[in-house]
């Protein structure tokens, strides 16, 4: 009122003003949604707080051999992640694909690829208008030249599901107990592959995913899901915060997130849970495999059905 009336407004058409507003139907509902908001916060700090104090809390374990049971009972159900050794040694794929026996058998197939994305912040969330067609080849090639961001295949690409590469998942293995063996329906397995310098920006997956590094060594950031608060979630799944140079005067509360790093390189599988935050580097070029369909669980996910957070993009970039 005394801003209105400061600018001219008479006292009794300020009270009407203020009084009208406070009793609208969007204001009304916003105040009980910030509460309910309020208190959920308050609740994820307290988690986050106790997370702090375990020294364990400070790193991602790294497990050999783990069996089925233990990573459902100790990572799984327990929304911790962790790196598995051992899980990827009966795969042909190991040893045969390489970039260049990829190029000798499929080099003249076209793919989809992620283009430009260096051009484009928050390049994920322009998934479809970065959508291009290119032979295998071509986004072989470079990766001989420096590190870049600009040319991936992304999972969303769907490799696997075109006619061409279909004979590959025959030199794929479902990690015996841990995830469902048959393969060669959609959303099963799912493959990245880039140059040096690749990187997904900090993001949190609405479902739990186990990520299979075949060759190359990629570098993962990871926040835990109750650090969500503080992620500036500005985009649906995205931080706008780059995990590269976290700019904390423009987002301060970053400053507070447990973030934690770990280097995933051959024959390492990371179980990133649902709902924690990540961001990869690819510090070599790089190919990797992603699973979804999880044994010893209802539905073969635990998905977080509500996880698109923030808000949607643009329709035209969608």
């Given at each position: ?41 308050s609740l994820l700090a ?98 001989a030249d420096a590190p ?129 935050w990540h961001a990869l ?38």
């Amino acid at each position: 009122m005394a801003r209105l009336e400061a600018a001219g407004v008479a006292p009794q058409v300020a009270w009407e003003t203020v009084r009208s507003a406070e009793a609208h139907p969007a204001v009304m509902g916003g105040r009980g949604r910030a509460a309910r908001l309020g208190l959920l916060e308050s609740l994820l700090a307290a988690r986050s707080g106790l997370r702090r104090q375990g020294a364990a809390g400070a790193r991602v374990e790294r497990r050999s051999r783990l069996s089925p049971d233990a990573f459902f009972t100790d990572y799984y159900r327990r929304n911790r992640p962790v790196v598995i050794e051992g899980l990827m040694e009966d795969w042909p794929a190991r040893k045969r694909w390489t970039p260049a026996w990829l190029a000798e058998h499929f080099g003249d197939e076209t793919v989809e690829v992620m283009a430009g994305r260096e051009a484009q912040d928050l390049p994920d969330l322009h998934a479809d208008r970065l959508r291009r067609e290119v032979p295998l080849r071509k986004l072989l090639a470079g990766f001989a030249d420096a590190p870049s961001n600009d040319m991936y295949l992304v999972a969303r690409n769907s490799l696997l599901l075109r006619a061409a590469f279909r004979p590959l998942l025959e030199d794929l293995r479902a990690p015996a107990g841990y995830i469902q063996p048959e393969l060669h329906g959609p959303d099963r397995v799912h493959v990245w592959l880039g140059p040096a310098g690749t990187l997904s920006n900090l993001h949190h997956d609405h479902l739990n995913v186990l990520f299979c590094q075949v060759w190359g060594r990629k570098q993962v950031w990871l926040a835990p899901s109750w650090e969500t608060p503080w992620m500036s979630n500005v985009h649906g799944f995205y931080s706008a915060v780059d995990v590269l140079a976290p700019d904390t005067e423009r987002f301060p509360d970053f400053a507070r997130v447990a973030l934690h790093t770990v280097e995933v390189g051959p024959g390492d599988a990371l179980f990133i849970p649902v709902g924690w935050w990540h961001a990869l580097r690819a510090l070599e070029p790089s190919l990797s495999v992603t699973f979804v369909n999880f044994e010893q669980t209802p539905g073969l996910n635990t998905c977080w059905r509500e996880g698109w957070l923030g808000p949607l993009p643009p329709e035209e970039h969608r």
